[in-house]
T-cell receptor, first 111, second 112 residues
Framework: GEDVEQSLFLSVREGDSSVINCTYTDSSSTYLYWYKQEPGAGLQLLTYIFSNMDMKQDQRLTVLLNKKDKHLSLRIADTQTGDSAIYFCAESRYNTDKLIFGTGTRLQVFP | EAQVTQNPRYLITVTGKKLTVTCSQNMNHEYMSWYRQDPGLGLRQIYYSMNVEVTDKGDVPEGYKVSRKEKRNFPLILESPSPNQTSLYFC???????????FGPGTRLLVL
């Protein structure tokens, strides 16, 4: 199948770390992406990881990839209220044109 | 500024009245794509284009048409809109297929 799955909601306190999880089914994935969608706005590419990498860090963002379990996570350190948004993971596969998205995780940050 | 633009941002129409949503990118990208976003379903690809005059169906192409006469523009056409096409639509582009896609701001469509 082509499923990319995410939990629908996550609520965290400001200053804590957030971890958003994603699982996918296709082992031929080449790139895995995290997009952020703020209310009323389009999708913003946050970061991506190539499938032969285990980890990628970019300022407050850390992406972890477990290829064996087909599990991708996005960790946001020191979560701020401005991080409140919907986060989508997506995968692209070798030699195809498709980008397969998850359903999105709504992150709510409270003071 | 490098960007993907869509127009209109909001549209209310009635069943059967043809409409076009425009998409334009200024990054000289070869690959362009249209998605729709619906609650609980995430984003689903409607059509994509790998280059000028080359278009192909995505996952949910029924009821839609596209054209790619110029590299920068990729309009989405609804010949006879129906209420089940009420959705949030995103255009995206990337330099080549499989590369990072950059998204437009979205077009919210309501078909009555």
């Amino acid at each position: 199948g082509e499923d990319v799955e995410q939990s629908l909601f996550l609520s965290v306190r400001e200053g804590d770390s957030s971890v958003i999880n994603c699982t996918y089914t296709d082992s031929s994935s080449t790139y895995l992406y995290w997009y952020k969608q703020e209310p009323g706005a389009g999708l913003q590419l946050l970061t991506y990881i190539f499938s032969n990498m285990d980890m990628k860090q970019d300022q407050r963002l850390t992406v972890l990839l477990n290829k064996k379990d087909k599990h991708l996570s996005l960790r946001i350190a020191d979560t701020q209220t401005g991080d409140s948004a919907i986060y989508f993971c997506a995968e692209s596969r070798y030699n195809t044109d498709k980008l397969i998205f998850g359903t999105g995780t709504r992150l709510q940050v409270f003071p | 500024e490098a960007q993907v633009t869509q127009n209109p941002r909001y549209l209310i129409t009635v069943t059967g009245k043809k409409l076009t949503v425009t998409c334009s990118q200024n990054m000289n990208h070869e690959y362009m794509s249209w998605y729709r976003q619906d609650p609980g379903l995430g984003l689903r690809q409607i059509y994509y284009s790998m280059n000028v005059e080359v278009t192909d169906k995505g996952d949910v192409p029924e009821g839609y048409k596209v054209s790619r006469k110029e590299k920068r523009n990729f309009p989405l056409i609804l010949e006879s809109p129906s209420p089940n096409q009420t959705s949030l639509y995103f255009c995206a582009s990337s330099i080549f297929q499989g590369e990072t896609q950059y998204f437009g701001p979205g077009t919210r469509l309501l078909v009555l």
